[in-house]
């Protein structure tokens, strides 16, 4: 009776259904989301922005790793590892669909901030 096909094809199914329970519950995502990575995207952007500001001003920032230790702080505030980070950039950057609508989303909150800041501008 355990030969039968039934019986056979029932172990192969518990064995699926254990193994999709294991890998949906094995903890977070590796790829950050779209939604979530454009703001990080955004954020490190501004870094680095601040860090070349700052470089001009101060030749010691770079020995002080001062662009380093901005990263580390947009990684904790998003509560995201360095390594996750990276590891979602290369996964979007290798799919050129959803690598361009990462970039558009990056576009568009940097198009967003200047629009505030030149409304904020406009209206003193």
């Known amino acids: 009776m355990r030969n ?3 019986y056979r094809f029932g172990i192969g199914m518990l064995v699926l ?4 329970i294991v890998s949906c519950s094995s903890g977070e995502p590796k790829v950050i989301p779209i939604d979530t ?3 990080i ?3 490190l952007i501004k870094a ?6 700052l470089a001009l ?3 010691l920032a770079a020995q002080r790793k001062a662009d380093v230790k901005m990263y ?5 505030v998003h509560k995201v590892s ?3 980070y990276f590891e979602s950039y290369r996964y979007y950057e290798s799919r050129p669909i959803e690598f361009r609508a990462l970039l558009d989303s990056v576009n568009a909150l940097s198009d967003r901030y200047r629009n505030q800041k030149l409304n904020t501008v406009n209206n003193r």
């Not at 259904?17 to 999709?20: C, D, G, N, R, V």
């Not at 680095?48 to 500001?53: A, E, L």
């Not at 580390?72 to 904790?76: G, N």
């Open 4 to 6: 039968s096909f039934a």
């Open 37 to 39: 990575m454009k703001y």
């Open 72 to 76: 580390e702080m947009v990684f904790k």
């Open 48 to 53: 680095d922005d601040w860090f070349g500001r």
């Open 82 to 84: 360095r390594e996750r």
């Open 17 to 20: 259904l254990i193994t999709t």
């Open 41 to 43: 995207t955004w954020d």
């Open 57 to 59: 001003k101060d030749s």
